[in-house]
């Protein structure tokens, strides 16, 4: 496995959104990488989510808008890599605000890229979705299948794809990432993603409910996503360029997520106790499912951490306080937060 010695001293990077769900698990992951580190974000989550390495002496932090060209270039200064993260980052907060929606995801995309190579970025990692599939009914859905996005968020993250591979260009090396549903615990942390919703309600609760049980849904522990693009910075640029990559780390029904989240919750020595189960018909038979074994085959990388993991690290921060109110408060909601800000 290449590893970031390899190439040489760590560089300066810039993620956009760096103070967001993956952002909060990704900038201390490279601090002590050593790594310089600048975020670009508007903190609509809280400006605390970053306080554990705020006082880092090699992180700058640049609250600003990804749509404003001013915000762009101060926070591009002096780095030669960027991880563009920032998005509204599912299909409810968009459909919230379709505009804005497409005003962040799609229309400030190619200006962040041109942005990025005036200011001399030589590699830029975009963060896709493994949604831009769409319904497939191939039992491995692997990068060469065509992508039918299903809705706009989905619809503008396949269109930001064309967009990176047309920027390309020697000296101006791109990757892009399609990730599955991340889960796990973060010090900004979401519970509007599966995983998490279920541990939560299961905590607090004492009740799981599922709605169908049988639709597939790939996951990713959060902290492998973190390691996976630390390691794609540091990877040799023939590796990389030009490439898509699915990453998750199984494909699991939501009746298994459900069952494993009961299980893990139930055998807990503070929040233990019978859950109840409960599962509803649903018309939403949507199902997804990814192969990220050419992830493997090329670049050697392996997710470790698994659902279980995931539902253990988050039983973990409600213990010791650092999640608390769960239910109420919208900060740890997409939707709510955004309806708090007036933003839909």
């Given amino acids: 496995m290449t590893t970031i010695e390899a190439q040489g001293a760590p560089g300066h990077v810039l993620i956009t959104g760096g103070a967001g769900y993956v952002g909060c698990a990704l900038v201390p992951r490279l601090l002590d990488g050593g790594y310089t580190v600048t975020v670009l974000d508007l903190y609509l989550f809280g400006h605390d989510v970053l306080d554990a390495v705020a006082d880092h002496p090699r992180l700058i932090q640049v609250r600003g808008d990804l749509r404003h060209p001013a915000a762009v270039e101060k926070a591009l200064a002096g ?42 970025v030589k590699r830029f990692v975009y963060a896709s979705s493994s949604s831009v599939y769409g319904i497939k009914d191939d039992l491995e859905v692997t990068e060469d299948l065509p992508l039918e996005p299903l809705t706009d968020y989905s619809r503008f993250k396949a269109m930001c794809e064309v967009i990176l591979d047309e920027e390309r260009e020697p000296g101006f090396v791109t990757l892009t990432i399609r990730p599955a549903t991340v889960c796990g615990y973060s010090s900004r942390q979401r519970l509007d993603v599966i995983v998490n919703i279920l541990t939560n309600h299961a905590i607090i609760n004492k009740k799981i409910k ?119 408060d919208p900060s740890y909601f997409n939707i709510r937060t955004m309806q708090e800000r007036g933003l839909g």
């Fill in 79 to 120: 780095c030669d890599s960027v991880v563009h993260l920032a998005c509204m980052s599912n299909d409810p907060s968009f459909e919230l605000d379709p505009a804005l929606g497409k005003s962040i995801n799609y229309d400030a995309f190619r200006p962040l890229v041109q942005a990025a190579k005036r200011a001399g």
């Fill in 210 to 328: 599922v709605f169908g049980g049988n639709q597939l849904r790939p996951n990713i522990h959060i902290d492998d996503m973190a390691r996976l693009y630390e390691t794609v910075l540091a990877l040799p640029e023939e590796m990389i360029d030009g490439e898509v990559f699915n990453a998750g780390y199984h494909n699991a029904s939501v009746m298994e997520i459900a069952e494993t989240v009961k299980r893990v919750v139930e055998r807990d020595n503070v929040y233990g106790g019978d859950i109840e189960f409960e599962v509803v018909p649903t018309d939403d038979e949507r199902s997804y499912k990814v192969s990220s074994e050419k992830l493997h085959a090329r670049l050697g990388f392996e997710a470790e951490g698994t659902i279980e993991d995931a539902v253990r690290d988050l039983l973990a921060a409600f213990k010791d306080g650092r999640l608390k109110n769960t239910m109420d």
